[in-house]
């Protein structure tokens, strides 16, 4: 997320000793509402963009992804609000330090009227008892807590908290979003006397950078900041930036992605889809996903999904899970590994196209019945 930078040169942003040593994404922050892009909760007709200018700002949780905009939007309000603004970490805060800061919160409303805002970042590492500690001073409207999370609420925060905050998505940012912010963020950099970026820098190199960062708009200003780095070097083409950068792909081994892409796996499957299954077991690979953890979801999907249209597969699958669990030569690596994904991906097309018999026909087959079908026409 950045600012909407000046077209005046002289316009542009002083830069101080601080500032200077900053990241690019951190001085192209935003300072209002109004600069923040790609997210429609604060957009001029959004939800919470209406809740703050008409001054009944709730205790809230801003769920998203890493650069979606969490922190900018709660920097923002703070200052619209014209609160007093405090920002804590849950991987170095204590409980101690919490309640210390309610405390502070209590005295300031009492002497001065003013309200305190607590933005509380990964929030979902706090352990139950360190988010209790919150209940107390957000009922009793001590301190608006803004709490952002990339992991999802349910799961992580307690529902105690939950029922005094009120949950905002943030929505992944998009290409022409992050391009947007990168084109403002380039012509805050160029110097005073300069209008023209340096050529390596244009439009199709700037896209390029756009989709490469997924919808992370931090990531995006960093890679940015480095191709600035190398151009004004001299004698660097786009090729050799391109070519210095490192894809990561997003995925975590215990939270949403590590469900998502597990399940996105046994849909592909299911709905007859090879190309889409073969992404998704490449995926889960290349990000380090355990062995084990795959092939007993494939054992699930040769039993569930294909069942007796090819009922040779749960041998396959339970003889690989149980070559990986108890360290034998045998691992869903290995030629009898790949042949199994394809034959099930056969089967569960074989059987999806006899139920889509089934139920257009309204009949049942042999096959259907060896298959134990029941009647489709409901």
Known sequence: MMRDSPASPV????????????PLAERMRPDNLDDVF???????????????????????????????????????????????????????????ECKKLFTDAANELALTGRKTIIFCDEIHRFSKTQQDVFLKPVEAGTITLI?????????????????????????????????RILVRALQSELPFTSSTPPPPLDEEFLAYLANFADGDART?????????????????????????????????????QHYDTISAFHKAVRGSDPD??????????QSGEDPLFI?????????????LADNSLLAVELRNWFGKLFKADVAIFDITGQVSLKRIAEGAAAQSE???????????????EDLGVKDMRA
Not at 149 to 172: D, G, I, M, W, Y
Not at 224 to 240: C, F
Not at 276 to 285: F, S
Not at 295 to 307: K, Q, Y
Request: aromatic letters at 4%; one cysteine or more; a positive charge.
């Open 11 to 22: 316009a542009k942003k002083i830069r101080t000793k601080a500032n200077r040593v900053a």
């Open 38 to 96: 790609g997210q429609e909760l604060v957009g001029p007709n959004g939800v919470l963009r209406s809740l703050i200018e008409t001054h009944r700002l709730p205790s809230m949780i801003l769920w998203g992804a890493s650069g979606t905009g969490k922190t900018t939007i709660a920097r923002c309000i703070a200052k619209q609000a014209g609160s007093r603004f405090i920002e804590m970490n849950a991987t170095s805060s204590g409980v101690a």
């Open 147 to 179: 709490g952002a999370t990339t992991e999802n609420p349910s799961f992580k925060v307690v529902n105690a908290l939950l029922s005094r905050c009120r949950t905002f998505t943030l929505q992944k940012l998009t290409s022409e979003d992050i391009q």
């Open 220 to 256: 995006a200003l960093n890679l940015l900041e480095l191709a600035i780095s190398l151009a004004n070097r001299g004698e660097v083409t786009k090729e050799d930036m391109k070519a210095s950068l490192t894809k990561t792909l997003v995925y975590d081994r215990a939270g949403d």
């Open 276 to 285: 889409a299954a073969l992404y998704y077991l490449a995926r889960m690979l």
């Open 295 to 307: 092939a007993r979801r494939m054992v699930v999907v040769a039993s569930e999904d294909v069942g």
């Open 354 to 368: 006899l139920l889509r018999e089934a139920k257009k026909e309204g009949t049942k087959t042999k096959e259907q």
